[in-house]
């Protein structure tokens, strides 16, 4: 990225504040980007967690595969699912506070009787698939905000400061340069006028 400025004190001035401006905010992004890249850790070791106990049920739930045919599907559904919003180091993310399922009444005596067992592990895939869901949502908007926040990182590291950096030092010798010449100037036109002062008194 080029930078653009002018050889003059006021460009000067300006580069010196974007750059105090960049240099100022480099360490929260830093460590923005380090609680980040935490928090996607987090999520995908809790996606991962999610995901072992939800086929450990599916296990329980085919090992009565040969039941499910007897069982009326219109006895649970979801009714409702809360998800809550939270903030972690500026993002925005998911999480689930309650699903809320509605449970049709069944006579106990003429039901089999594994049918309360069939309801409640059919309430625990449904939360925990829900679970693992919003945790791999959760995961994405991390991770997608923490490449976000690497690539500003990244930019103000390797781009912008090196930039500002040596756009001031071509600013200082420029006026230094100019500054030399124009004290060089200064002393051949004082040895002149000397010189003709002293040649006007001969």
């Known amino acids: 990225m080029a930078i653009k400025f002018q050889y003059n004190k006021t460009s000067l001035g300006e580069l010196g504040k974007q750059l105090k401006m960049r240099q100022k905010a480099l360490p929260t992004i830093k460590s923005k980007e380090s609680a980040l890249r935490s928090e996607v850790k987090k999520a995908k070791d809790s996606a991962a967690d999610y995901r072992r106990r939800l086929e450990a049920l599916k296990g329980e739930y085919d090992y009565m595969v040969s039941l499910w045919g007897e069982f009326d599907s219109d006895l649970l559904r979801i009714s409702d699912v809360d998800l809550g919003v939270r903030k972690i180091a500026g993002v925005r993310i998911p999480e689930l506070e309650d699903v809320r399922f509605e449970e049709k009444s069944y006579d106990l005596f003429s039901s089999p009787a594994w049918f309360a067992d069939g309801i409640d592990i059919l309430k625990r895939l449904a939360r925990l698939g829900l679970e693992f869901e919003v945790y791999n949502r959760r995961m994405e908007l991390l991770d997608f905000a923490r ?16 930039g500002y950096e040596d756009a001031i030092r071509k600013i200082k010798r420029f006026m230094e340069d100019e500054e030399n010449l124009s004290k060089s100037a200064q002393k051949i036109v004082k040895t002149k006028q000397q010189a003709a002062g002293e040649g006007a008194m001969l």
Do not use: A, D
């Open 147 to 162: 490449r976000k926040t690497t690539q500003k990182v990244n930019l103000y590291e390797k781009v912008q400061i090196p």
